[in-house]
């Protein structure tokens, strides 16, 4: 027993990282008034291009700068159907997810990349690896330039009130592009990690649903970075416990334990709803276009 608690802890924060960056991501991006339904394509695109990046010879950070970059690049498509194009959020975002996944598969294929392992990125202390300790840190510079800096305090201000932003001055589609694409570099980073340092293999299931469930936890934590790590780490425990037990040989059915992390996610999704509003709560523009001519 002592050997499946201690190797259960040990998996808990590589599974909990990919759901934390993700969410970090999205926060972002949201609170600027962006509603992005486009987690799982962008982890894809990050994922693949770890992936490709190691398959290249490149060394894990390095590709995992080019998951950064490649979901940064998707996330440019992103803003211009959002922000310039003003194409409904949720049709652009739902569209983007088809697309990666198409893009994604051709890709692989071509390039022959799947099912080929990779050496993927290596642990520095205590079983964990560097971006595991980045986490905390990224967190806290997320709060940094929500809260304490001028583009945070502008991007939250567009997310809020995007017609009085505009009248002060600022420049909402240029926020929303920022936060758009900054978001997108974090969600491709949570993807490539998947690849680099989780499963070390592309397959085109490897993302398996984990930005859907990204989105819920993001609703689940009103919008604030620390309580979205929280929401990771119990995910975290959901799914570094499924093989666990499966290793175990315990007469639990495959299927059933692979429907746990959704049956949390409708749980948390059912807390959120019955929850009391906060300052964090969801940003009063989500999901609303700004036109400047129709500004009140």
Same mark, same amino acid.
């Given at each position: ?6 190797n ?5 924060p590589?599974f =909990?990282?990919?759901?934390? !960056? ?8 949201? *609170?600027a008034g962006?509603? %992005?339904? /486009? $987690?799982?394509?962008f ?31 998707l996330g ?9 194009l ?23 294929s ?27 840190l990224?967190?806290? =510079?997320?709060?940094?330039? !929500? ?8 991007? *939250?201000?567009?997310?809020? %009130?995007? /017609? $009085? ?9 240029a ?5 758009i694409?900054i978001?997108a ?7 490539g ?43 975290g425990?959901?799914?570094?416990l499924?093989?666990?037990?499966a290793a ?21 999704m059912?807390w959120a ?24």
């Amino acid at each position: 027993m002592s050997d499946f608690l201690l190797n259960w802890l040990i998996n808990i924060p590589g599974f =909990a990282a990919p759901f934390a !960056l993700a969410a970090l991501g999205l926060i972002i991006t949201e *609170r600027a008034g962006v509603l %992005n339904l /486009g $987690a799982e394509g962008f982890m894809l695109v990050g994922a693949l291009a770890g992936v490709g990046a190691m398959l290249n010879g490149s060394a894990p950070l390095l590709a995992l700068g080019g998951s950064v970059v490649a979901g940064m690049l998707l996330g440019l498509l992103f803003a211009v159907m959002v922000a310039s194009l003003r194409i409904n959020h949720v049709i652009s975002g739902l569209a983007l997810v088809f697309f990666a996944q198409a893009l994604v598969s051709f890709i692989a294929s071509a390039e022959r990349w799947n099912n080929k392992a990779i050496a993927g990125l290596e642990p520095v202390f205590l079983g964990q690896d560097v971006v595991i300790f980045a986490v905390p840190l990224l967190t806290l =510079a997320v709060l940094w330039l !929500l809260n304490k800096t001028r583009f945070g305090l502008s991007l *939250r201000a567009v997310g809020e %009130n995007p /017609g $009085a932003a505009d009248a002060a001055g600022i420049d909402v589609t240029a926020m929303r592009f920022a936060a758009i694409v900054i978001g997108a570099g974090l969600i491709g980073l949570a993807g490539g990690y998947l690849t680099v340092a989780v499963a070390r293999i592309w397959v085109d299931t490897v993302v398996g649903g984990r930005g859907w469930i990204a989105i819920a936890l993001v609703i689940f934590a009103r919008w604030h970075p620390w309580r979205a790590v929280l929401g990771a780490v119990l995910f975290g425990c959901i799914e570094a416990l499924i093989p666990r037990i499966a290793a175990t040989g315990a007469d639990v059915p495959r299927y059933f334990l692979q429907m746990t992390p959704y049956l949390a996610t409708l749980g948390v999704m059912i807390w959120a709803a019955l929850r009391g509003s906060d300052r964090w709560a969801q940003p009063a523009a989500l999901g609303q276009h700004h036109i400047r001519e129709e500004r009140d």
